[in-house]
């Protein structure tokens, strides 16, 4: 079994995955979206990425606010949870993604990805951030 990781945004959605020991997380692809209400082709593809992988839970990036609070972007990716839930029968798990960005566009920085193609990255690297975090959490408990 697998973990799919997902940093949902208003109109991408970054993807990563777990390895099957679930010790590492990769980057996988950022899924693109006309307008933040058409879900229809993210769900598809995310069927598909589910069942390439051989996936058995989601952990999904729980955007709070940094002083904890929760806004308007925290009930859409709940509604989104839900609706994940529904379609592929599978556990999706919250994880707080505060800061995810940020430290994604830190490693591009690093890895010297021009800044013009940095945006192109950023969601599939804050995806693999967000799943390595819950990675190392349940190997912390091991």
Not at 14 to 22: F, K, P, R, W
Not at 43 to 64: S, T
Not at 90 to 107: G, K, N, P, Q
């Amino acid at each position: 079994m697998r973990i799919l990781g997902l940093d949902y945004g208003s109109v991408t959605v970054g993807v990563a995955v777990s390895d099957e020991l679930l010790i590492t997380a990769q980057p996988v692809e950022v899924i693109k979206r006309e307008r933040e209400t058409k879900l229809r082709r993210t769900l598809a593809r995310l069927d598909e990425l589910i069942a390439e992988y051989e996936v058995g839970k989601i952990v999904l990036g729980h955007p709070k606010n940094m002083n904890n609070t929760l806004g308007e972007r925290v009930r859409l990716t709940e509604q989104f949870k839900e609706k994940l839930e529904k379609r592929t029968g599978l556990e999706v798990v919250l994880r707080d993604e505060r800061l995810t960005t940020v430290s994604a566009m830190e490693v591009l920085k690093e890895g010297k990805v021009r800044r013009e193609n940095r945006k192109s990255y950023v969601d599939k690297i804050a995806a693999t951030i967000i799943l390595q975090g819950y990675l190392d959490s349940l190997n912390v408990k091991l």
